[in-house]
């Protein structure tokens, strides 16, 4: 077994036919009951995988969590219930525990029922892979995603892998596309909420592609203590850095995108306002596009932070805007030539100064160019 894998868990991957020939569903148990914790969308078209996990993880515990890709199961009526419910039972009976131990995400297209004929068939000959594969499961929960998202952790010699998908609909509302976290330290299960409500909010509810939140956000760690016993601080610095490097492949990989944008806000009067007007600019599609085409329109921004009108605190005489370190305002002849060399990298970052406070708050979103209107116009057909 790798070193980087936490030990105690087991994966299941395969091909149940739910769209096409891709990996479409998969199953992470821990051979042991686990300290679990996770958070939800707030839409309130919310589909039965996310109101049937809240249900089983109010406990604090859990042991599995089974994905369907490509079919969010939403808008499906006491159809859909009922088959959410009925692939519960089926992984349940598939990794030997019960369906209140399992979690489910769901993820794809809305108002299309499971095709629970193939699905019955199938999940119960699923199998185990010799040794867990977390790769695999970062691959099979994708829809759009370009590519696989994980990042792993140590602390002292317990382990920590985390996974994630969405690149799209992709605006969280107190949770997030969908991102899992298993680890083989040992927490209690309310430190463990705590923790990762903490992070959560720090990393993957400041990620925004599109600015629609999903009905099927979800984000869910399990902790079976199999390892060792973890200082709370060292677990939480760990986590953060796996979410953060999960947050940033997320949204480097937004549909369609070319580019990474990084907002920063500080000098706010506290971190509501400083993510509020930090959101405001990295949605706004007039910046996202500038972004993407290295147009040096810096007033977008201004038009941005602008927009939070609400906060009358925010005097544009007191405000500075910066890319990169190329401060464009105030100043009476911005370096346009500099800030177009800055808007051509990869990774572009934009840093306003309030002057509200000393609170701050990081933001992470990706530029937005006709692949995404493609990729959205054409995803039924």
């Known amino acids: 077994m790798s070193e980087l894998n936490p030990i105690g868990f087991h994966t299941f991957v395969a091909n149940l036919g739910v769209k096409d020939t891709t990996r479409d569903f998969t199953v992470v148990v821990s051979e042991h009951p686990c300290a679990a914790a996770a958070v939800f969308t707030q839409s309130r078209f919310a589909g039965p ?22 079919n969010a199961n939403v808008a499906n009526g006491e159809r859909g219930v009922r088959d959410a419910a009925e692939v519960v039972a089926l992984t349940a009976a598939l990794v030997g525990c019960a369906p209140q131990e399992v979690l489910i995400g769901s993820t794809g297209v809305i108002g299309r029922p499971y095709p629970m004929e193939t699905m019955r068939a ?22 759009t995603d370009t590519h696989p998202k994980l990042a792993r952790a140590r602390i002292g010699s317990a382990t920590l892998v985390g996974v994630a998908k969405g690149v799209g609909m992709l605006e969280p ?52 203590g199999a390892a060792a016993e973890v200082d709370p601080a060292e677990f939480e610095a760990a986590l953060y850095s ?19 944008i990084e907002v920063v806000v500080d000098r706010a009067r506290d971190e509501e306002q400083a993510r509020r007007v930090a959101k405001a600019i990295v949605n706004s599609p007039l910046v996202k596009t500038a ?53 051509n990298a990869d990774e572009v970052l934009i840093h306003v100064s309030l002057a509200t406070g000393t609170a701050a708050a990081r933001v992470w979103g990706c530029d937005l160019g006709d692949g995404y209107v493609r990729i959205n116009a054409d995803y039924t057909t």
């Open 49 to 70: 995988s996310v109101l049937l996990s809240r249900e089983h993880v109010a406990d604090g515990s859990a042991r599995a969590v089974v994905t369907v890709s490509k």
């Open 122 to 143: 199938g999940i119960p000959g699923v199998r185990a892979g010799e040794e867990p594969d977390f790769d695999a499961v970062s691959e099979a929960i994708m829809t």
């Open 173 to 224: 509302d107190m949770a997030t596309l969908l991102t899992y976290y298993f680890t083989d330290a040992a927490l209690p299960a309310a430190e463990l909420d705590a923790v990762f409500r903490r992070v959560m909010n720090r990393t993957f509810n400041c990620v925004s592609v599109d600015s629609d939140t999903s009905t099927s956000d979800t984000a869910v760690i399990l902790a079976n």
């Open 242 to 260: 796996v979410a953060e490097d999960l947050t940033k492949q997320v949204a480097r990989d937004g549909e369609g995108a070319t580019k990474l």
């Open 291 to 343: 972004v993407h085409g290295s147009d040096p329109n810096w007033g977008r921004v201004a038009m941005a932070v602008g927009k939070c009108k609400d906060d009358t605190d925010i005097d544009p005489d007191r405000v500075v805007i910066r890319f990169g370190d190329l401060v464009v305002y105030p100043q009476a002849e911005p370096d346009l030539a500099g800030l177009t060399e800055v808007m």
